[in-house]
């Protein structure tokens, strides 16, 4: 049986996020699982998806993100937690994708992280509600990240080898579920 296709969404814009730092260890870890991993970043969106016009014509240069939540059998979203929810760049992202099949019975599952003491429970609470709307398909096993700033060294890496330990548990319970559910028939509502 082949490897799922997991797209991994970096939930920000914000250069050197911790977001991306975190996703830089998702990455790894999918790749020790030799699943293959598309990592689409936020920062990397062209400009010219945010004029007014995108609403009615997606502009050429978005089509290539607009594919990989399409092609993937599963996504990943990390998602950083400002002023108590997600960053506005990453409800306007799900806001461009084509409805409703970028997300219909789609696996999604959430990583959290926020310098406060809940790890951007809030965020991921508001995206499980906007995906369950869109009839993704849950993964209940969220990870958490508090306290971001002091997790990790001066490198971007996590120093706490509990939390790379979640991480790594909730990526191969994903690749699992993620092939549990690729046998289910779809149903559009």
């Not at 089509?63 to 990390?78: E, I, N, R, T």
């Not at 998602?79 to 970028?102: A, Q, R």
């Not at 997300?103 to 599952?109: A, I, L, M, N, Y």
């Not at 080898?161 to 149903?187: H, I, M, S, T, Y």
Request: charged share 20%.
């Amino acid at each position: 049986m082949l490897a799922p296709m997991i797209t991994l969404i970096v939930g920000t814009n914000r250069p050197g996020s911790n977001s991306r730092k975190i996703a830089a260890h998702i990455e790894q870890i999918y790749a020790g699982l030799k699943v293959p991993l598309n990592v689409l970043d936020l920062a990397r969106l062209p400009i010219d998806v945010f004029l007014p016009q995108a609403y009615a014509e997606k502009p050429a240069a978005f089509q290539p993100f607009s594919d990989a939540v399409l092609a993937a059998d599963g996504l990943v979203v990390v998602t950083p937690e400002y002023n108590g929810g997600m960053p506005g760049v990453l409800k306007y992202f799900i806001d461009m994708l084509k409805f409703p099949e970028s997300f219909q019975s789609r696996p999604v599952c959430f990583v959290g992280v926020a310098a406060g003491v809940w790890g951007a429970l809030r965020p991921v609470e508001q995206l499980q509600q906007i995906f369950g709307y869109r009839n993704a398909f849950l993964y209940p096993e969220r990870v958490f990240l508090p306290g971001i700033g002091g997790l990790l060294d001066d490198a971007g890496r996590l120093k706490d080898p509990e939390l790379l330990g979640r991480l790594q548990k909730q990526a191969a319970g994903f690749v699992d579920f993620v092939e549990k559910v690729k046998g289910v028939p779809q149903r559009v509502a």
